[in-house]
C-alpha cells in the first residue's frame, strides 16, 4: 500500500490528526476524513470554485492543494461558517435572502470566495462583486441574485 | 377543480430548500457514504473510431486494493445494452452495449470499469489497462457523415442517417413563386457543454438479503432511472429505488440513463458491496451529452412591406456516435417551432439526424426550440435589414394576433394563448427604445460599432400531453402528486417531478399552504425517490410547475372536498352550506366553524363514522395535459463590439417574459436569469470542440469557456401575465425560456452592430478571434 504521512490540521476550531498519503488533496482530506462533505469538487483544477474553503484566513480551492500543505494550518469550510441555524453568517443569510442559489452546488465554494471579497472589501460595488467572483462558477443562478446576496450581506454586515 | 384564494402563492417566498444548503449540508450523490464502500474509475477510449484488438486487465487487477475489473466480456449477456428512450421502428438503430464490444465510437467511450477500496486506488490502477485499439477513420462532421461513402460509424448500417423525415409542402412553393422577396441563410448551432456544476455521479448498492437495488444518481427523472436499469439487469423493477438527492444542476443532461448506470448497479450485485462513482470534469466533459449540434439551412420568401409568407428549412442534427434517450428526436421541435410567434402561412422542412463519431446529444436546456428560435429571429432582423424596416415593425407585422388564440401554426403546433404585442409593448418602454436607437446613431457617427438586438420569441412548455408522442414510444409525460395530511394537520407532498434547483419545496408549500391554511413550516415536499412516490416522470421541459405543480393542485382540490365534507358532518350541515377561508370550514352565515387542523384530527383519531368516507385524508392525483403551453417574451440587448480586439461588451439585456400566472417570482427570476446567461454563453463563449479525428479539444475548463460573473450587466426584468387554460394553475413553465430568447437576441446585436461593415451574420460562439476576422474580411472586401 501507498505509505502515509501525519497531518495535522484545525478545522473549523477542532483539531484533527490523520494518517494520509502524501498525494491527497485537501478537498478528499476534508470530504473523505472529516466527512466535511460541504466542501465540493467542481473541476480538479482550480478553476470552478466549488472547493472553496478558507486556509489561514485565506481563500484557497481546496482541489489544488495538498493535505499536507494544510498541516499545522487552520482551515474554515462552510460547515464552520455559523455555530447553528440560528446563527447564520452574513452571507448565508444574504444568498437566502436574494435566492442566491439554485442547485446548491456551488454556494459553499461562492460563499466561502465572497467571505474573503468582504473581509478585505466591507462594502464592495456590484463590479467589485463580480470581479472578486470571477474564480467560482455558477451555472444556474446567472449569477445577478449572488451579486444580491453579497450586497444584502455586506449591508447586514455592516450594519451589525 | 377548486381554485384558492393566493396569499402564499404570488409572493417571493425564499426558498425551503436553502438552509440545508448554505450550510454545506445537503447530501449530492457523492456525499453518500456506506459501509464497505467501493469506488469505481472507468477507462475511456482515447480514439474516436475503432476496433479493440486486446484488453489487459491482469495488471489492474493485480494492484493492491482493487475488488474488479470488469471488461464487455465479463458482462457475458446478464446487463444491457443502454437504456433507449424513445425510438421507432424505420429509424437506423444499433444497440449500444454498456462497456465497449470490440469496437469504439467516440473519444471517452467506456471501455472497462476497475472497482478498488479507494478513489485514488481505482484511478491508480484504471491506468493500468491496457487497451489495444487499430483506429480506423472517424467521420466527426456532421455533414460529411451524411455522405454516401462517408465512414460509418456503425457498419452494419446502410448509412450514418438515424433518421430523415422529408416535410413537404407545396404550399410553401407556392408562396415562393408568389413572393416579393426570398432570402437564404445557413445557420450553424454549435454542440454546447450543459456543464452542471455536479458532473454525473452514481452509487448502487445491491442488499443480497432482501434482494434490492438502491441506486443514487446525479439524476433529474428518477423514475425512468429505476425502469431502465430494471430492464438493463433483468430484474423486475419493484426490486430497484432510484433516488436523486440533492442533485447539482441537469439543464436536460441528466434525463437520460447513462451506460454507467446500469453498470455499476451490475457490479454492486456481481461483489455484493455499494460501489461509487463521481465522474471528474474531463469525463463529464466527454461522457456527459452535449447539447444542439444542428446545422440549419433556411429560405424565406417575404413582402416588401415585411410580412413572412412561407419558409424552407433542413435541419441536419448530429445524434453523435449512440442514440442517447431523446437525442434523434430534438430536431422535430425545430420544424415544430419554427414560425415563432409569427403567422406565416406555410412551412416545408426536412430533418436528418445523423451519427457521428463523437459524445451523443441530448435536450440541453430548450431541446430543438432554442435552435427554431435562432432560426426565426435571425429571420427576422434579415427581412428587417432587407426590406428597410425597424426589426420590431418587422416583427409586429408578423405577430398571430392576441385574438387568434389558440393558434395552429403552420407547423402543426397549437399554441395556448398569447399576446405579442403586449410584451413587446412594455419592452420598448422598458428599454427605451427609440432613445436606445438614437443613442447608436450617434454612436455610429463616432465610428463605434454599437448594436441593439432584439428576439421576440415563444416556445413550447409543460412537456407534456402524453399523447404527444407514439404510443410505442412508452413515455406517458403525465404527472403525479399525493397530498398526505398527517393527524396533525401537517402535510406531506409527494411529487414525481424531480428538482434540483427549481425550488419546488417551496413553489409546492406555497400552493399546500393555500389550499389549507397551514403555514410553510407545516409542509414537507418530497421528491426524487422511487420508493417514496410510486410514478411520475421528473423534471425536465419546464413542467416542474405546468405539469407537476398542476397535478399537485388535483390532488389538494381532491383532499380539500373530503375535508369539507368531513367539517360538514361534524358541525351538522350540508356540505353545500360550508364556506371555507384561510384554514378554517363554516357554517355559512353561522360562527360554526371547525378549523383545517381540527378536521384532520377527526379524520383519522375520532372514533366518528362519517357515511360514505374512509379514515384519513389523502389524495393521489394525476395531472394529463391536454397541450403544452407556450410561454413568449421580449427582449433586448445591446452590446459594442470593440474593431480593434473583436471584443464584445454587453452593454445592456431587457427582457420582458409572459410565462402566465406566477407561484413564487424571485425563482421564476432566478429561472429567466440563469437561463438568459446559459442562452448568452452559447451565443458568445461556448462550444464543444472536435478536431478531424474526433479528440475532444474542449475537455477542461481551460478549454470549454462558461460564463463569468464579471461577463453581464445587471439585466433589466419584467413580466406581463397571460394566463393558459391549459392547466388548472393558468402557469406556463419557465425554465427554458431565457436560454431561448438571449441567443438570438444577442446574435441579433452583434451583427447589427457590424452590419454598418457590410457584415450580415456571424456564427456562434462570437468570441473575438471570429469576429475580428470578420471584421477584417469585410475591410478587405
Known sequence: MPRSVPVTVTVNGSTHEREVEPRTLLVHFLREELDLTGVHVGCESTLCGACTVHLNGRAVKSCTVLAVQADGQEVTTIEGLAPNADNLHPLQVGFWEKHGLQCGYCTPGMIMAAKQLLDDNPSPTETEIREALDGNICRCTGYQQIVDAVQHAAEVAGAS | ?781
Open chain 2, 1 to 781: 377543480m377548486a381554485t384558492f384564494r393566493p396569499n402564499s402563492v404570488g409572493q417571493a417566498i425564499k426558498r425551503r430548500e436553502d438552509p440545508r444548503l448554505i450550510r454545506g449540508l445537503g447530501t449530492y450523490t457523492d456525499d453518500v457514504k456506506l459501509p464497505r464502500m467501493t469506488y469505481a474509475a472507468f477507462v475511456r477510449s482515447d480514439f474516436a473510431a475503432g476496433a479493440i484488438r486486446s484488453i489487459d486487465t491482469s495488471a489492474a487487477a493485480a494492484h493492491p486494493g482493487v475488488a474488479g475489473v470488469y471488461t464487455y466480456a465479463d458482462m457475458d449477456g446478464q446487463v444491457g445494452p443502454s437504456p433507449v428512450g424513445v425510438e421507432l421502428p424505420d429509424m437506423g438503430k444499433a444497440d449500444h452495449p454498456l462497456l465497449a464490444d470490440g469496437r469504439v465510437l467516440h473519444v471517452g467511450q467506456p471501455i472497462a470499469v476497475v472497482v478498488a477500496e479507494t478513489p485514488y486506488a481505482a484511478r491508480d490502477a484504471a491506468g493500468l489497462v491496457d487497451v489495444d485499439i487499430e483506429p480506423r477513420e472517424a467521420v466527426v462532421d456532421v455533414e460529411a457523415a451524411m455522405a454516401p461513402d462517408a465512414p460509418r460509424v456503425y457498419e452494419e448500417l446502410d448509412s450514418n442517417i438515424c433518421i430523415h423525415l422529408p416535410i413537404p409542402n407545396p404550399e410553401a412553393d407556392k408562396l415562393f413563386e408568389q413572393a416579393d422577396q426570398t432570402l437564404s441563410m445557413r445557420l450553424l448551432n454549435q454542440k454546447v457543454a450543459p456543464f452542471p456544476m455536479e458532473g454525473r455521479a452514481v452509487c448502487a448498492h445491491w442488499e443480497e438479503g432482501p434482494g434490492k437495488l438502491t441506486i443514487w444518481t446525479s439524476n433529474q427523472a428518477p423514475h425512468f432511472v429505476k425502469q431502465q436499469v430494471a430492464m438493463c439487469l433483468r430484474i423486475p423493477e419493484i426490486r430497484v429505488r432510484a433516488i436523486a438527492p440533492e442533485v447539482g444542476g441537469g439543464f436536460g443532461a441528466k434525463i437520460p440513463t447513462y451506460p454507467e448506470e446500469p453498470l455499476l448497479c451490475w457490479i454492486s450485485r456481481a461483489l455484493c458491496r455499494p460501489v461509487k462513482w463521481a465522474e471528474t470534469r474531463t469525463e463529464n466533459l466527454l461522457g456527459m451529452t452535449h447539447g444542439r449540434g444542428h446545422v440549419e439551412k433556411i429560405e424565406v420568401a417575404f413582402q416588401n412591406d415585411g410580412r413572412v409568407l412561407a419558409l424552407k428549412g433542413q435541419t441536419i442534427s448530429d445524434v453523435g456516435a449512440w442514440r442517447s434517450f431523446y437525442g434523434p428526436f430534438i430536431a422535430m421541435s425545430t420544424h415544430t417551432m419554427s414560425c415563432g410567434c409569427y403567422a406565416i402561412k406555410a412551412v416545408a422542412w426536412d430533418i436528418a439526424t445523423v451519427f457521428t463519431n463523437t459524445m451523443a446529444t441530448e435536450a440541453y436546456r430548450g431541446a430543438g426550440r432554442p435552435e427554431a428560435a435562432y432560426i426565426i429571429e435571425r429571420v427576422m432582423d434579415e427581412v428587417a435589414a432587407a426590406t428597410g424596416l425597424d426589426p420590431i415593425d418587422v416583427r409586429r407585422r408578423n405577430f398571430v394576433d392576441k385574438g387568434a388564440f389558440p393558434h395552429t401554426t403552420a407547423s402543426g403546433a397549437v399554441y395556448d394563448s398569447g399576446d405579442y404585442e403586449l410584451t413587446l409593448d412594455r419592452m420598448v418602454e422598458l428599454a427605451g427604445y427609440e432613445e436606445a436607437r438614437e443613442a447608436q446613431r450617434q454612436a455610429r457617427e463616432q465610428g463605434r460599432l454599437v448594436g441593439i438586438g432584439l428576439a421576440t420569441f415563444t416556445e413550447v412548455c409543460g412537456i407534456g400531453p402524453s399523447t404527444g408522442t407514439a404510443p410505442q414510444q412508452r413515455m406517458g409525460t403525465w404527472e403525479s402528486a399525493t397530498v398526505r395530511v398527517e393527524p396533525s394537520g401537517n402535510v406531506t407532498v409527494y411529487t414525481g417531478i424531480s428538482p434540483h434547483g427549481q425550488g419546488q419545496e417551496t413553489a409546492f408549500a406555497q400552493m399546500v399552504s393555500d389550499a389549507f391554511g397551514v403555514g410553510l413550516d407545516d409542509v414537507v415536499v418530497v421528491h426524487g425517490d422511487t420508493d417514496q412516490v410510486q410514478h411520475g416522470v421528473g423534471t425536465f421541459g419546464s413542467r416542474g410547475i405546468a405539469v407537476g405543480g398542476a397535478a399537485l393542485h388535483m390532488a389538494l382540490t381532491k383532499v380539500h372536498a373530503k375535508a369539507t365534507r368531513i367539517a360538514a358532518h361534524h358541525l351538522d350541515a350540508p356540505v353545500d352550506q360550508i364556506e371555507y377561508e384561510d384554514g378554517e370550514f363554516t357554517v355559512s352565515g353561522t360562527d360554526r366553524k371547525l378549523t383545517f387542523r381540527e378536521v384532520a384530527e377527526m379524520a383519522h383519531l375520532w372514533n366518528v363514522n362519517v357515511p360514505g368516507e374512509e379514515p384519513g385524508l389523502e389524495a393521489v392525483a394525476r395531472f394529463e395535459p391536454p397541450g403544452t403551453t407556450f410561454p413568449f417574451g421580449a427582449h433586448l440587448c445591446q452590446v459594442e463590439v470593440d474593431a480593434e480586439s473583436g471584443q464584445i461588451e454587453i452593454q445592456r439585456y431587457v427582457a420582458v417574459d409572459d410565462f402566465g400566472v406566477v407561484i413564487n417570482p424571485m425563482l421564476a427570476d432566478g429561472q429567466r436569469l440563469g437561463g438568459m446567461v446559459q442562452g448568452i454563453g452559447q451565443a458568445m463563449w461556448e462550444e464543444v470542440q472536435y478536431d478531424d479525428g474526433g479528440q475532444l479539444l474542449s475537455g477542461t475548463l481551460m478549454d470549454y469557456a462558461v460564463p463569468r460573473a464579471k461577463h453581464f450587466p445587471r439585466m433589466e426584468l419584467d413580466n406581463t401575465v397571460t394566463p393558459t387554460e391549459i392547466n388548472p394553475l393558468g402557469a406556463k413553465g419557465i425554465g427554458e425560456l431565457g436560454t431561448i430568447g438571449s441567443t438570438p437576441c444577442i446574435v441579433n446585436a452583434i451583427v447589427d452592430a457590424l452590419r454598418p461593415l457590410g457584415i450580415t451574420n456571424i456564427d456562434m460562439p462570437a468570441k473575438p478571434e471570429r469576429v475580428w476576422q470578420a471584421i477584417q474580411s469585410a475591410g478587405a472586401a
